[in-house]
């Protein structure tokens, strides 16, 4: 079968797209990644992505039209995808599409009188199977939730198919707009798979670049900004000691977090030491290679044996980041995952591919050992194209 994943994740920079055929039942499910491109939101809407997803008011109205909006953008994305592989849609059996989120509260909270989670992925996928004509499936954290999970993460799935080894250990590690990991024991069944969110990867990086520039620079582009900034050790301590690292998994984070808020609390805690803009572009782009290195060290490390640690999302692009990594893990060897076959740009693309795949085929794919769910759930919603 030939699937479309799609993906945007909370740095809100754009689409993802991954082309993949797609065969077999699991465990023995072969995914076979035949190319992968990217679309850029255009600057006015994603401004409008950011301010919804910094919990800003939005009317009804708006969201529903913000939803139908991004529901055609995917859609293009998908045709653009087909132009440049030059393949017809109608060669294309299935499109998954994770969605933009713009809210996620993967634990209970106290909400009228009742504990509720709940999590909101827009783009709407009528339009996407509407304007391709292809079937696809979107909105694959709900059924999760509703099992009790945090609904995320969703890709320890793919990760556990891709990347599970007889005789290595091995952690999956995605530095997107927050940074999460897939622990892969070796010779894991799956029961033994965990994962969570770590913190920030990009998200405070992104946050403090655009802030300074007045949004000219959208993010530190190979670290040439952070290289560029001191130290501040006791600045990285007071990050460092943030309690979200110490909370045990499973959890999750996002912008809700990790948002302006964030950046706001950055800016205070850098005037004491008269922090300059690169110099806390360097503290933010620490924290978040020390935030996993800390996961690592308290909940992964004490449990099981790490040869391999495999890094995708674009803060994989980031030397500053892999450099600390390696630094702070000696023995762990550092692996961007094209060195294993999968570009670091489409890696959560293909994995939503694969998670439409075990939907269409009416197979569950989350992990509940990773989301802390209560069993399997079949993920997401089928939008049937149009009849021919
Ligand atoms: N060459 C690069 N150098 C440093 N950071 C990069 C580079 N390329 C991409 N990034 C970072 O990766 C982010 C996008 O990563 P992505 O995996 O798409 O995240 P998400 O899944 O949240 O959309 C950018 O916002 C940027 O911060
Ligand atoms: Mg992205």
């Known amino acids: 079968m030939l699937v479309l994943g799609l993906m945007s994740g909370t740095s809100a920079d754009g689409i993802d797209v991954a082309l993949a055929r797609i065969s077999g039942t699991p465990p023995n499910l072969n995914a076979k990644l035949l190319g992968h491109t990217s679309v850029k939101f255009p600057p006015a809407l994603r401004k409008e992505i950011l301010r919804v997803a910094e919990q800003h008011p939005i009317t009804a109205g708006a969201l529903s039209q913000l939803n139908f909006r991004l529901g055609e953008l995917f859609a293009g994305a998908a045709l653009a995808a087909c132009r440049k592989f030059r393949i017809a849609p109608k060669k294309i059996a299935l499109i998954g599409s994770h969605g933009q989120t713009i809210f996620h509260q993967g634990r209970p909270v106290p909400y009228f009188a ?11 996928a009528s339009i996407i199977s509407a304007r391709t004509g292809i079937t696809t499936i979107g909105d694959f954290r709900p059924a999760d939730i509703a099992l009790g999970g945090q609904g995320a993460p969703l890709v320890p799935y793919a990760d556990y198919l891709l990347y599970r080894h007889p005789k290595l250990g091995r952690v999956s590690l995605n530095l997107g707009g927050i940074a999460n990991i897939t622990v892969l024991p070796a010779a894991a069944k799956a029961e033994q798979v965990f994962a969570f969110d770590t913190g920030p990867a990009n998200m405070l990086i992104d946050a403090l670049v655009s802030h300074f520039t007045s949004g000219r620079q959208r993010f530190d582009k190979n670290a040439r900004l952070a290289s560029q900034g001191r130290s501040i050790p006791a600045l990285l301590d007071n990050l460092l000691s943030d309690p979200y690292l110490k909370l045990a998994p499973p959890k999750s984070t996002g912008r809700e977090y ?12 850098g005037r004491p030491h008269r ?19 800390d996961a690592l060290n308290r909940f992964v490390l004490p449990k099981t044996k790490i040869h391999q ?19 702070a893990l000696p023995g762990v060897e550092i692996l961007p995952s094209s ?38 759930a079949i993920l997401g919603k089928i939008s049937y194209a149009p009849p021919r």
Do not use: C, M, W
């Open 114 to 124: 009742g504990p509720t989670a709940s999590t909101l992925q827009i783009g709407e």
């Open 258 to 269: 990790f948002g302006h808020g964030y950046l706001k609390k950055l800016l205070e805690l």
């Open 275 to 293: 922090a300059e803009p690169n110099d806390l572009i360097r503290a933010a782009t620490i924290f978040t290679a020390l935030s996993v290195v």
């Open 309 to 327: 640690l495999i890094v995708s999302g674009g803060g994989a692009h980031n030397p500053l980041i892999l450099a600390q990594l390696s630094a």
């Open 339 to 376: 060195r294993l076959g999968v570009p670091e740009d489409a890696k959560e693309a293909l994995a939503f591919a694969l998670l439409a795949y075990e939907t269409f085929h009416q197979r569950p794919a989350n992990v509940p050992s990773a989301t802390g769910a209560r069993g399997p």
